[in-house]
């Protein structure tokens, strides 16, 4: 199968206005797809496509697929590059229809941007179906002429690496359990020799003093494992590495606070920050960035027992913080209180933690952006500048001292899991309570929970567990490792 892009044309008149590849293959056919264009009526809108058969020996099935407007840059209102979205959709929605007619192999207009349409091809076919006996065809994508190979091959490399944090979200909480995610991240990593990876039991944990993340995990008959990937890709391995934290909950009832069970099952991927930055790290390591990046994820199940956390109970955090638990299901920071304190262990450049931690970020921003909190402008505009180029958005949210005293403001501890006015504010007030536990002057919470998973909002992935912000981290990443060059 072949995939080729077509621009809207500015005027009326219904031209056909193909990229160089779909100028070159017209040629190719005597002008033959022009004029069945033309006869199939109006200009084909962005996003939608036509298909035609029989035009080509090489190429049987041709899909030609509508990008909208040639010149789409950044739109500053959607604060992302148009340009490069409408590709990413174009080339999915073109490579789901090869897949549709069981061709086994599609070649890909690069359309101006082969990285852009090689994530909207690697994307767009991507499915979670390990466990059905009936699967989709496999389609492999590949770039259609030689010109941008790099390009592309960078592209398929970020597309992979948020499919990676896709399955792992998307897997049953039985089958990815603290350790198997852990040995999976592992055997994702051991063909490189500059990564080391340590799967620290639970014995470990316990000397390192980390009360609250230890009071979620013992109310599951799962061991939690703290997971600590290291990353030298930079010249000098003393360099301050960039640290990501991810929140690792394998597995969320909300404890003795227990959730409602309509949607319980979606808890499976509560895990979404540890799979997203640790995938964001096996990416660094496939595309060699040139920086030291260190990846810490607690790891546990948040299950009700006669062991869990109870409302009320005061646990003690490894920076000797005093945490009032008033809602067991509010378990995400306390896992992270103790992974961000170990954290200033590194004298890091930055340290950016990803976590789905609440239930009010989803409400606040829905699945348009993730949100994040940082004390700092410098890392703020790195994300921001980042997600711009890869459409998988952030916006900034508040980190006033009106939320901190809302967490501060406690009865038996120094600080209290829940605000105080419960509801209000709970996305701020969440990352008031982890400001508790960072000194670093350079760091960064992104609240994930709003995009843990896609309906049809995004059109180049499929329904079920998103992996965002996976190339958001990356391209954040390779930019502070550019800054580090230069």
Same mark, same amino acid.
């Given at each position: 199968g072949l995939v080729l892009g077509v621009y809207s044309s500015e005027k009326d008149d219904g031209a056909a206005q193909f990229t160089s590849a779909g100028d070159a293959f017209d040629r190719l056919v005597s002008g033959k797809l022009r004029? /069945? $264009?033309?006869?199939? &009526? %109006? %200009?084909?809108?962005? *996003?939608? !496509?036509?298909i035609f058969h029989g /035009? @080509?020996?090489?190429? %049987?099935?041709? #899909?030609? +697929? *509508? $990008? &909208?407007k040639k010149n789409a840059g =950044?739109?500053?209102q959607e604060n992302w590059n148009e340009g490069k979205e409408n590709i990413r959709t174009a080339v999915a929605v073109g490579c789901r229809q090869i897949q549709d007619l069981e061709i086994s192999c599609v070649e890909v207009d690069p359309c101006g941007d082969a990285q852009a349409a090689a994530e909207g091809a690697v994307l767009g076919l991507h499915e979670y179906n390990e466990l059905k006996q009936k699967k989709k065809p496999v389609v492999?994508?590949?770039? @259609? *002429?030689?010109?941008?190979s790099e390009a592309w091959q960078k592209g398929v490399i970020y597309a992979e690496g948020q499919n990676l944090a896709r399955y792992l979200m998307e897997a049953p909480a039985n089958y990815i359990t603290p350790i198997k995610f852990a040995e999976h991240i592992e055997q994702k990593l051991r063909s490189f020799s500059n990564v080391k990876v340590h799967i620290r039991p639970e014995s470990w944990i316990t000397t390192q003093e980390m009360g609250a993340f230890l009071s979620v995990a013992k109310g599951s008959a799962e061991p939690p494992i703290f997971l600590e990937i290291h990353y030298s890709g930079g010249a000098n391995t003393n360099d301050s590495p960039l640290v990501f934290v991810g929140k690792g909950v394998t597995f969320d009832s909300g404890g003795i606070s227990l959730k409602p069970s309509s949607g319980m099952d979606a808890m499976r991927a509560d895990m979404g920050g540890a799979a997203t930055v640790c995938s964001a790290i096996v990416t660094a390591a496939a595309l060699n960035l040139p920086l030291n990046i260190i990846g810490l994820a607690p790891l546990c199940e948040n299950m009700p027992s006669g062991k869990a956390n109870k409302p009320g109970? #005061? +646990?003690?955090a490894k920076n000797g913080k005093t945490i009032q638990v008033d809602n067991t299901d509010a378990e995400g920071r306390l896992l992270l209180a103790d992974a961000l304190c170990y954290a200033h262990n590194f004298n890091a450049r930055a =340290? #950016?933690?990803?976590?789905?931690l609440t239930g009010a970020m989803d409400v606040a921003l829905g699945s348009a952006a993730t949100g994040v909190f940082t004390n700092s402008s410098w890392l703020w505009t790195h994300l921001y500048e980042a997600s711009i $180029? !890869? &459409?998988?958005?952030?916006?900034?949210? %508040?980190l006033f001292e009106h939320y901190t005293k809302q +967490?501060?403001?406690c009865p038996l501890a120094d600080v209290s899991n829940i605000g105080k006015y419960s509801r209000a504010g709970g996305a701020c007030t969440a990352a008031a309570f982890l400001k508790e536990f960072v000194t670093a002057s350079h760091w960064a919470h992104l609240d994930i929970a709003g995009v843990m998973s896609n309906k049809d909002e995004v059109p180049y992935l499929r329904k079920g567990m998103a992996g965002r912000p996976t190339r958001t981290l990356v391209e954040f990443a390779a930019r502070l490792s550019q800054d580090s060059h230069n």
């Open positions: 004029a /069945l $264009l033309s006869l199939c &009526g %109006p %200009p084909l809108k962005k *996003g939608k !496509t036509r /035009l @080509h020996q090489d190429f %049987p099935s041709v #899909v030609v +697929v *509508g $990008l &909208g =950044i739109n500053e492999t994508p590949q770039l @259609h *002429g030689s010109a941008e109970d #005061v +646990v003690r =340290i #950016v933690n990803a976590a789905t $180029l !890869t &459409g998988d958005r952030v916006w900034r949210m %508040p +967490v501060t403001d």
